[in-house]
């Protein structure tokens, strides 16, 4: 399959991964064929990238259908939880520490996930409950590759799933404008975490551990975060994997003010950032595990051929295996699999959107 930029689609292609919806629902189901109708309400929706079946990347997979249901049984919860905290106080958590168990149990025997497609899903109707999810299975890999128990594992989980559930208390006008904040309200939008604490220390099956991570997701390691501006080893270990997994989930999403960052470009901003605002042995973690290109995507190389990425190189993040099926006057050839780690003349300088 390839990711496409929704205004590259042709219609007449096969979506080839699923589309959640805010409550949980699946929108559109892999294998349906893609009409003008249908591009033109995921385009309202605000949706970016999808994956199209491709018969020249058909070794591309789509996720598990098992993931895909675990994921949107996250989103119907994290929905669920943050609905009832905005309209009351009465909310209860377990059936989101239930799916971050099951999510947890997968991930655990299921550990490519640098495979797990994080680019395509997200629509301005979702974007926050996918951003919470997006959040955690990132930061649940950190904690896979650091040697977490499950019990830590499930508390980390639970609090990157919930770590922006304050902004269920930022009055809407703020949380959805659509161009920048005034000082005022910048100040106001920087309470959610403080909001967050205060929201779970009401529940008692959440952990401080995890509650750690709503209250400093945003604390930096120089001290330039908030709310407390706290440096260093006075932030703790789980909140600082959700500051990474919280950043690089929204450098590389659309938002009502700005477009995403390509994964590549929010690549280097999380390694620029190492050691100052984020913790340069987590950033190391992620240097080796995640790559800059997303497989399927199209990305155009330095001796002017264009092809897709279909794998990864651990450790070597900017040196993926590209598969061309183009020559250099844009004909079909065999296609031709160029290892970027054994020719090292060859690079990537575009991705192709």
């Not at 959640?20 to 995921?42: D, H, M, P, Q, T």
């Not at 930061?139 to 830590?152: A, I, P, Q, S, V």
């Not at 190189?313 to 993926?320: A, I, L, M, T, V």
């Given at each position: 399959?390839?990711?496409?930029?929704?205004?590259?689609?042709?219609?007449?292609?096969?979506?080839?991964?699923?589309?959640?919806?805010?409550?949980?629902?699946?929108?559109?189901?892999?294998?349906?064929?893609?009409?003008?109708?249908?591009?033109?309400?995921?385009?309202?929706?605000?949706?970016?990238?999808?994956?199209?079946?491709?018969?020249?990347?058909?070794?591309?997979?789509?996720?598990?259908?098992?993931?895909?249901?675990?994921?949107?049984?996250?989103?119907?919860?994290?929905?669920?939880?943050?609905?009832?905290?905005?309209?009351?106080?009465?909310?209860?958590?377990?059936?989101?520490?239930?799916?971050?168990?099951?999510?947890?149990?997968?991930?655990?025997?299921?550990?490519?996930?640098?495979?797990?497609?994080?680019?395509?899903?997200?629509?301005?109707?979702?974007?926050?409950?996918?951003?919470?999810?997006?959040?955690?299975?990132?930061?649940?890999?950190?904690?896979?590759?650091?040697?977490?128990?499950?019990?830590?594992?499930?508390?980390?989980?639970?609090?990157t799933i919930l770590h922006d559930i304050g902004k269920?208390?930022?009055?809407?006008?703020?949380?959805?404008?659509?161009?920048?904040?005034?000082?005022?309200?910048?100040?106001?939008?920087?309470?959610?975490?403080?909001?967050?604490?205060?929201?779970?220390?009401?529940?008692?099956?959440?952990?401080?551990?995890?509650?750690?991570?709503?209250?400093?997701?945003?604390?930096?390691?120089?001290?330039?975060?908030?709310?407390?501006?706290?440096?260093?080893?006075?932030?703790?270990?789980?909140?600082?994997?959700?500051?990474?997994?919280?950043?690089?989930?929204?450098?590389?999403?659309?938002?009502?003010?700005?477009?995403?960052?390509?994964?590549?470009?929010?690549?280097?901003?999380?390694?620029?950032?190492?050691?100052?605002?984020?913790?340069?042995?987590?950033?190391?973690?992620?240097?080796?595990?995640?790559?800059?290109?997303?497989?399927?995507?199209?990305?155009?190389?330095?001796?002017?051929?264009?092809?897709?990425?279909?794998?990864?190189?651990?450790?070597?993040?900017?040196?993926?295996?590209?598969?061309?099926?183009?020559?250099?006057?844009?004909?079909?050839?065999?296609?031709?699999?160029?290892?970027?780690?054994?020719?090292?003349?060859?690079?990537?300088?575009?991705?192709?959107?």
């Amino acid at each position: 399959m390839r990711l496409v930029r929704l205004s590259r689609v042709i219609p007449g292609e096969e979506l080839a991964q699923s589309i959640i919806s805010s409550e949980g629902n699946i929108l559109l189901n892999a294998g349906v064929k893609l009409n003008e109708r249908f591009i033109k309400r995921l385009e309202i929706m605000g949706l970016n990238y999808i994956y199209v079946k491709d018969s020249n990347l058909e070794d591309i997979e789509p996720e598990d259908s098992k993931f895909v249901q675990l994921k949107a049984e996250a989103i119907k919860s994290i929905s669920n939880v943050f609905s009832k905290v905005q309209s009351s106080n009465n909310f209860k958590v377990k059936e989101t520490i239930n799916v971050v168990e099951d999510m947890v149990d997968y991930l655990t025997c299921n550990r490519e996930i640098t495979s797990i497609h994080l680019t395509e899903l997200k629509t301005y109707d979702n974007y926050t409950f996918m951003h919470c999810l997006n959040s955690a299975v990132i930061g649940l890999y950190f904690g896979l590759e650091k040697g977490f128990t499950k019990n830590m594992l499930v508390d980390l989980g639970i609090g990157t799933i919930l770590h922006d559930i304050g902004k269920m208390r930022i009055p809407h006008n703020i949380l959805n404008k659509d161009g920048k904040l005034t000082d005022e309200e910048f100040q106001e939008m920087k309470r959610h975490p403080e909001y967050g604490y205060e929201i779970l220390q009401k529940v008692d099956r959440i952990s401080e551990r995890a509650k750690s991570i709503v209250l400093q997701h945003h604390e930096r390691i120089d001290g330039t975060g908030y709310p407390y501006a706290v440096k260093g080893d006075k932030i703790s270990a789980y909140a600082k994997i959700a500051c990474i997994s919280d950043v690089y989930d929204a450098l590389i999403s659309d938002r009502v003010y700005r477009k995403g960052f390509p994964a590549n470009e929010a690549y280097e901003i999380i390694m620029m950032n190492s050691g100052k605002l984020l913790d340069e042995e987590l950033v190391k973690i992620f240097q080796k595990n995640f790559s800059m290109y997303p497989l399927g995507i199209e990305v155009m190389l330095n001796n002017g051929l264009k092809g897709f990425v279909i794998g990864h190189n651990k450790g070597f993040p900017d040196r993926p295996i590209v598969r061309l099926v183009t020559n250099g006057s844009g004909e079909k050839i065999s296609p031709v699999e160029v290892d970027l780690l054994k020719y090292l003349n060859i690079s990537i300088t575009d991705i192709i959107a």
